[in-house]
Every structure is written in structure tokens, then in C-alpha cells.
């Protein structure tokens, strides 16, 4: 089956501590994103890319980095420097068709102990 | 810059009863509108989108949702609710000229409760 699978599912770090979260795709999207959603506020982008080797800043970049070394593959790195990064994250893609929805992985939810 | 406005954050409505979840946008020129719709601790789903054409687009689940450009909005509606219904939907926007960043935006979502 095709579709996108982020891992883990559940998380819990320490204050201080890098974590990865990890998104894999299988539908041969060009097009992966990264969303953050808190309650009450919807989703917000942290980074998108388009294309392999390539990635841009989306509306809450600070403090996450991320890479896009294979199409299939596009890791989120939650460092130090995110002030709160407890949140429920989701990976999502779509094809280069300019009318494409996006298609979510199952989510990652991430806690700060 | 886009957005989107979802006014209730929750809405009521009895099984068998029709439903409507209210979106507003706004975008430069014409956008792309999508709903979703997310259950507790996953992702979210796709129902659908209004591209060109219609004003009414038909999606998953018998929902439906209609595009009024000179109100600038794209309700949800489902002619009888069900309890299954119940989850947390979501309105996004993309604008037709963006070739670039192609990501959506969304609204901050209405939680629908399908009483029994």
C-alpha cells in the first residue's frame, strides 16, 4: 500500500536533547512538508522541499532543521533551540500536479519532559 | 499572504440532522480549497477540494461543500450526520498562483459532536 509513514508514533525527551522524527514515502511525490499542530491553532508549516538536495524555511523554522538527501525520505530535527516543542507533528507530500492535495503521514507526537 | 477563518470552533448537531461547518478564506486571486477532516492522534484525512468549475463539489462520506467566491467562502455540509462524523475538520487554501511553495494553509480547525 502507498502512503507515508512517520516514526516513532510517540515521544518523550528530556529539556536539552536533539530529537528525529522520521517521515518515509512510497508514492513517488516530489513534494514533502512538515506541519506543527497545537490545539487551537491548526497546522502551521515548519519546511518544506520540492525536490531532492532542496528545502525552504516555512512559517516556524526556528529552532528545527531538516534533509532531504532521498525523495523518499525527509527527517525533522527538533533541536535544543525550539523554546516549545511539545506538539503533535505531521509529514505530508503531493505530487507536482499544481492542484494536488496533500497527502498526511499517521503523525509523531513529541514530549517534553 | 493567505488564510483561512473557521468561526466555530465547535459545532452541535443531532444524528439525522444536516450539518454545516463554516470556512472563509482569503487569497491573492483564485485560490485551491480543500477540506480534512483528523480523528484523535492521527493524521488527517482528505475529503475534497474545489479546483475550477462546480460551485458544488461532492467528496468522501457523502460530504459536500460549496464555493462562493464573492463571499469568499467554502462551507462543509453533509445532508444527515452521523455519530461516526464526529472529529475535527479543517479548511485550507492555496492560491491558483502559486507555483512555488504549493504548501496549504489552514484554519484552526471546528470539532464536529454527532449526538446520538
Known amino acids: 500500500d502507498g502512503g507515508i509513514t512517520q516514526s516513532p508514533k510517540y515521544l518523550f525527551r528530556k529539556e536539552g536533547q536533539n530529537v528525529t522524527l522520521s517521515c518515509e514515502q512510497n508514492l513517488n511525490h516530489d513534494a514533502m512538508y512538515w506541519y506543527r499542530q497545537d490545539p487551537g491553532q491548526g497546522l502551521r508549516l515548519i519546511y518544506y522541499?520540492?525536490?531532492?538536495?532542496?528545502?525552504q524555511k516555512g512559517d516556524i523554522a526556528e529552532g528545527y532543521s531538516v534533509s532531504r538527501e532521498k525523495k523518499e525520505s525527509f527527517p525533522l530535527t527538533v533541536t535544543s533551540a525550539q523554546k516549545n516543542p511539545t506538539a503533535f507533528y505531521l509529514c505530508?507530500?503531493?505530487?507536482?500536479?499544481?492542484?494536488?492535495?496533500?497527502?498526511f503521514g499517521e503523525g509523531s507526537r513529541l514530549t517534553v519532559l | 499572504a493567505q488564510s483561512v477563518a473557521q468561526p466555530e470552533d465547535q459545532v452541535n448537531v443531532a444524528e439525522g440532522n444536516p450539518l454545516t461547518v463554516k470556512c472563509t478564506y482569503s487569497?491573492?486571486?483564485?485560490?485551491?480549497l480543500f477540506w480534512y477532516v483528523q480523528y484523535p492522534n492521527r493524521g488527517l484525512q482528505f475529503l475534497l477540494k474545489y479546483i475550477t468549475g462546480d460551485n458544488l463539489v461532492k467528496g468522501s462520506y457523502g460530504f459536500e461543500a460549496e464555493f462562493n467566491k464573492s463571499q469568499t467562502s467554502f462551507h462543509l455540509k453533509k445532508p444527515s450526520a452521523l455519530v461516526s462524523d464526529s472529529a475535527l475538520y479543517f479548511c485550507?487554501?492555496?492560491?491558483?498562483?502559486?507555483?512555488?511553495?504549493?504548501?496549504?494553509?489552514f484554519g484552526s480547525g471546528t470539532r464536529l459532536q454527532v449526538q446520538p
Open positions: 485550507a487554501v492555496r492560491s491558483v498562483g502559486d507555483t512555488g511553495r504549493r504548501a496549504l494553509t
Open positions: 505530508a507530500s503531493n505530487d507536482y500536479s499544481n492542484t494536488g492535495e496533500l497527502f
Open positions: 487569497v491573492s486571486g483564485n485560490p485551491y
Open positions: 522541499s520540492q525536490i531532492v538536495n532542496d528545502f
